[in-house]
């Protein structure tokens, strides 16, 4: 049941006389859900119970915190259909997305459960003491990652799951052994409280401490920004727009105790589309293209927004085809009028560009938030000098660059900002050829992609999702796959420490037979 | 030979007409050497040319790359004595100091060159292709870090050597793959210059690109903030001031791309005296102590500024044998006239608090800039309502808090900011018996010592120098020990990429030999 209040730790609590309602974008109308924003008041508390409970919670096994995530995959599980339904009305996603986001998410929770299990990831190196070296002994020395703190935690519009209040930032700071207090997006509040149910129950049934989770309301930004700042928050996850997240980001480094915000944002998802695959397959790129930027509204972090290529009549073809496959694609509806609004005003902004030209654009009518499609054109030349055209329309939109030839592709891409992904569609020896421009667009990159589409983030250790800014406020960190647990960790060496009193993971028989570093060698022998 | 002028490059610059001298503080008065401050001209060209030297740096092998590390190591040897010399004059520090920290920075740029060897530290990750899954194929992705760029690394006042021209911050990031655009430090920008030169030799000996190391010197702080704002640096490393280190960090999150900033800055480095300590060897400790607090005139990071023990006549003994150990002792030369004049000041701050008694003060006659030592002692309840006693002073100096109980001397820690280091003296049971306050002091400190003193900084992969703000800007990170390279690192995704062009630490057959994690697991075989 969907009550409106915040949980803070366990206690559902409604203070405040600040309430909103959450939108059903397909209906056009306001949900019959009123939510109570957290007030100052509330926010104090939730942070103190998160501080309390670290002191407990960071002293967990590995183990013991995965019986908790797992418990979280698996009373998200028992929510059912309601859970669903709430996502579809808040979301206006279909229920097969749902469905595929929730099965994700669960996955994500036990992805971390695993780490945890496995446990080598608290990265434990030691050197022992060498009492006869010379011209000083040498005193024995063993570190390993320690976790940071409570951490907020901010979900994200376009992930009601994944990104959202049990989503990858939730699941990965619960992993390292950090309180979560999420403030939960104010487009699928509902959606949250209930997945902010699943993980409180998981609490109490697998001994978790009071705190270790809160769920926050709120409409606005204050709530959000006191939490950032909130002397007892230690880190940030945030998935977002750029200027949101480049507030946040500020803002918790003018503290005084200045904090990690770890803000993913956004990324046009540069794709170079070079003479072999124009040649040998336009038409296939073409129709899988206008797929990847229709897909879930345009509303992913890694839809393609802008494709590259050198004129010529392939790359002609390749732009009339991707034209009319995308124009032949059923529009859906935006998360929300704001976002339908924004994409509407963006979409107006970059068309009315100084040598732009439409490629494609859905005209039909269409039920209120959908957003038609847009493809536009433009010459390399122009592209250089309006920075406008640079920028991400988060929607179903892109941009066909026509670059003179080779070396204006590489001035192109010089001018990019940092991206999530960068993708390359050609052949192997092209690979070698156009080493230059391969090159670019890895430095500008977390993830490069060769002969595919960027959308589809699969959660596993080799992913990063995160690029330099301003994809990403910290490009060395990742959001998505079990790396994204090293974010809210830090390094702590035991110096001369008694045997008996070191952490697991450090101690010389090796109890948790983790793959260790041992006097500079990877072993998982004891010592 | 000393010339003065700025290396840009592998060339020899001195375009500017603000020249300074550095300062002998044992002759106190200037050194015969003249320095020309680089021009804003002059740093352009040095950032431009580690720019382009970065696209052809960050494409040689480590195996490469570590013969250039070698080389510096021997080219500095080969200095010989001139650099030892230039050393003791511009540091007031004595010849045994300066070789020992010559054979630590050497041993240090060796070691680097040994991890690029072995090679794992890149992270290789590989999760293969799984065409079959269900419901969607799964594609190969492999990650590894690769580096970000230019960095820009400011020299320290209290190691010459070891944090400055070729020390831990230049060697992590040239092991990275970045180039290094030094800011050599106004008080030894003589023996910074020797460094460079025997750097730049070692460049052109093993075929590295021109620009991939810089030196410039500068007396003010103007050429530190054009690096740090200079749009072709990438990040930044920093030891130095709190307020120093805070406003770099702050500029560089300010910048239209922040680049993170690496600022190893203050500490008082909190050492808890237990009853068992006390009781059992108070005297040994107390002269050992006055050892720790008088090394190198105090100026190391890792100085005991701070000793804190619960009320005894056992407390008292070793305050007393403390205060008697510590008058005996040679008070020693200051790097530098300003650094003794803030010494003096901060002393004299500190000597006049409410609640302060004089433990010990060094109070003979000494030549200029030899810091007399002082020791005072304090209430607990007057520490915890006065933060002035929290701070800093760099020298010579210690205060002892003098706690009423156990639980004062929690709440004195919990006051405490973030640390390099924390110590615990007493016995085994003790860590057990005073859990709470054990671990109040390592969830502050990068690196916690059980009976020891925090001066001597071990370089190895166990080392954690780094802690909570404001001892350091990034506690997830250590500028001493071979895990400083990840600081110029971040990881970037190959999604799908053709086999041949991998790079060579991601390919199937694992031709560097490392070790990687393989769809989940730590191995070192082929795929």
């Known amino acids: 049941m969907i009550t409106g209040k915040n949980y803070i730790g366990k206690e559902l609590s409604a203070k405040g006389s600040d309430t909103y309602h959450t939108f059903d974008p397909k209906q056009n109308s306001d949900t019959e859900w009123v939510f109570h924003q957290a007030t100052k008041e509330e926010i104090d508390a939730a942070a103190d119970k998160a501080h309390d409970a670290f002191q407990v919670y960071k002293m967990f096994s590995g183990a013991k915190k995965a019986t908790f995530l797992e418990a979280i995959a698996d009373e998200i599980e028992a929510l059912g259909d309601p859970l669903i339904q709430a996502y579809t009305k808040e979301s206006g996603l279909p229920e097969g997305r749902a469905n595929g986001e929730r099965g994700r998410t669960i996955g994500q929770m036990r992805a971390f459960a695993t ?84 993980i409180i129950k998981a609490a109490e049934r697998t001994g978790m401490p009071d705190g270790v989770f809160s769920n ?32 946040l980001y500020r803002m918790a480094n003018d503290r005084k105790e200045p904090i990690p915000v770890f803000a993913e944002m956004g990324s046009i998802n540069p794709v170079i589309i070079l003479p072999s695959a124009l040649a040998a397959k336009g038409d296939d790129w073409a129709k899988q293209y206008a797929g990847s930027i229709m897909l879930g509204a345009g509303q992913f972090c890694t839809n393609p927004g802008l494709i590259i290529g050198i004129k010529s009549t392939g790359l002609d073809g390749f732009i009339a085809t991707l034209g009319k496959e995308i124009e032949k694609l059923e529009p859906s509806c935006m998360l929300h009028p704001n976002i339908h609004k924004n994409y509407e005003k963006g979409k107006k902004e970059l068309s009315v560009q100084g040598g732009t030209d439409t490629v494609a654009a859905y005209e039909s009518n269409v039920a209120p938030n959908v957003a038609q499609q847009k493809v536009l054109s433009v010459n390399g030349s122009n592209f250089l000098k309006n920075p406008k055209l640079h920028q991400e329309v988060f929607g179903p939109f892109s941009i066909v660059v026509r670059c003179a030839d080779a070396s204006e592709l590489q001035q192109v891409l010089d001018k990019l900002e940092g991206q999530l992904t960068g993708t390359i569609l050609g052949n192997e020896e092209e690979i070698k050829k156009y080493a230059k421009i391969v090159d670019a667009l890895q430095g500008r990159v977390g993830r490069i992609i060769f002969n595919g589409v960027p959308t589809g983030v699969e959660v596993c250790p080799s992913m990063q999702h995160g690029g330099p800014f301003p994809a990403s406020t910290d490009s060395r960190f990742t959001s998505v796959g079990t790396s994204a647990a090293k974010r809210w960790v830090r390094p702590v060496s035991f110096q001369n420490w008694p045997a008996e009193s070191l952490p697991d993971a450090l101690k010389d028989e090796n109890p948790l037979g983790l793959s260790r570093i041992v006097n500079g060698k990877h072993t998982d022998a004891k010592i």
Chains 1, 2 share one sequence.
């Open 216 to 247: 926050l309301n709120s409409s606005g930004n204050e709530v959000g920004q006191q939490l950032v700042m909130h002397s007892k928050i230690k880190g940030v996850g945030f998935t977002g727009s750029i200027n949101g997240g480049t507030a």
């Open 115 to 198: 780490l945890l299990k496995e446990g080598s990831w608290v990265e434990a190196t030691i050197d022992t003491a060498q009492p006869d070296r010379e011209p000083m002994p040498k005193i024995d020395i063993r570190k390993m990652l320690l976790p940071i703190g409570p951490i907020a935690v901010f979900g994200a519009s376009n992930f009601p799951f994944a990104f959202s209040t049990a989503g990858g930032d939730t699941a990965s700071a619960l992993a390292a052994g950090c309180p979560v207090i999420v403030k939960s997006h104010p487009m699928h509040s509902g959606t949250g409280e209930l997945i902010s149910s699943a």
